[in-house]
């Protein structure tokens, strides 16, 4: 014998089944139209890591694929600016079968902690990875101060 209650729960179970199977259909298409971008912050900014070291900043920008040759970084006191582009190289003679890696180009910009010392900042790039150690201007460093 069937109650007024078995007609309820088969209702919202068949919408429960129609919402999970939507569900679904949706986080596909959420993956596939993020596929290219899976390295990328967002759209279009490389992932970064700031620290401070005490008297540096210390920064590491994932920028696979770029040579140093393709980024660009600027700062003025404690504004940074990095950017980079990656164009793909076809040999000339070549015929192309598939081409995955496309040109790509990027800008980001940071408004760090502290003013910085633009004239000592060291930076390398080494497997993809930008590294750049950042010296506080003497301004921004704490200073003793003594009590006479």
Do not use: C
Not at 62 to 67: D, L, S, T
């Amino acid at each position: 014998m069937t109650t007024p209650w078995d007609d309820f729960n088969q209702t919202f179970q068949a919408m429960n089944l129609f919402r999970n199977r939507m569900n679904t259909i949706f986080n596909d298409f959420d993956q596939l139209s993020n596929f290219n971008q899976s390295w990328l912050v967002g759209e279009t900014l490389p992932r970064t890591s700031l620290s401070d070291t005490g008297d540096n900043l210390e920064i590491f920008v994932e920028v696979p694929g770029f040579a140093k040759e393709d980024l660009n970084v600027k700062i003025q006191g404690n504004y940074l600016e990095i950017r980079g582009t990656r164009k793909a190289k076809i040999p000339d003679g070549y015929l192309v079968h598939r081409v995955e890696r496309e040109n790509l180009s990027f800008s980001r910009s940071l408004t760090l902690p502290h003013d910085i010392n633009a004239n000592r900042v060291e930076a390398a790039l080494k497997d993809g990875i930008l590294r750049m150690v950042m010296p506080k201007s003497e301004a921004a460093k704490p200073k003793q101060i003594s009590i006479g």
